[in-house]
Nanobody, 130 residues
Framework: QVKVVESGGGLVQPGGSLTLSCTAS??????????IGWFRQAPGKRREAVGC????????YYADSVKGRFTIARDNARNKVYLQLNNLKPDDTGVYYC?????????????????????WGQGTQVTVSS
C-alpha cells in the first residue's frame, strides 16, 4: 500500500529555519523514478505549489515566493524527501503537503501541476510568527 507521510512542521520565528520530511513507502519502483512535489495551503487560501523535483528528467522548480530560500533534497536509501525552509516569513505559514507523481508528470520547468500527482500525505503545519 502506497503511503506518503510528512513531518517536521512547527512554530518558528521569522528568519528561522525548518526541515520538513516526506517518507514514501509501498511504491513499486525506486523513489528516483517519481516526481516529488511540495505544496502548501494557508488558511482561507487555495493550495499552491512550493516546488518540485523530477530526478529522472533533472527538472526542478520553485515558486518565485520561495526561490533561494527553500530547497528540495532526496535520500533514496531512507525513502525520504526533504524540504529545507530558510529565512522563513509569516507568509510561509500553512499546511505543507508532499505528493508523488509518475516520472514525466507533475514537475515541469516553470510549474508544478497538482492534478498530476497521485499520492498525497496528510500535511504538516508550519507557523511562522514572533
Amino acid at each position: 500500500q502506497v503511503k506518503v507521510v510528512e513531518s517536521g512542521g512547527g512554530l518558528v520565528q521569522p528568519g528561522g529555519s525548518l526541515t520538513l520530511s516526506c517518507t514514501a513507502s509501498g511504491f513499486t519502483l525506486e523513489l528516483d523514478y517519481y516526481a516529488i512535489g511540495w505544496f502548501r495551503q494557508a488558511p482561507g487560501k487555495r493550495r499552491e505549489a512550493v516546488g518540485c523535483n523530477n530526478k529522472m528528467s533533472g527538472v526542478e522548480y520553485y515558486a518565485d515566493s520561495v526561490k533561494g530560500r527553500f530547497t528540495i533534497a532526496r535520500d533514496n536509501a531512507r525513502n525520504k524527501v526533504y524540504l529545507q525552509l530558510n529565512n522563513l516569513k509569516p507568509d510561509d505559514t500553512g499546511v505543507y503537503y508532499c505528493a508523488t507523481a509518475d516520472s514525466g508528470y507533475g514537475c515541469y520547468d516553470s510549474r508544478s501541476v497538482s492534478s498530476d500527482y497521485d499520492h498525497w500525505g496528510q500535511g504538516t503545519q508550519v507557523t511562522v510568527s514572533s
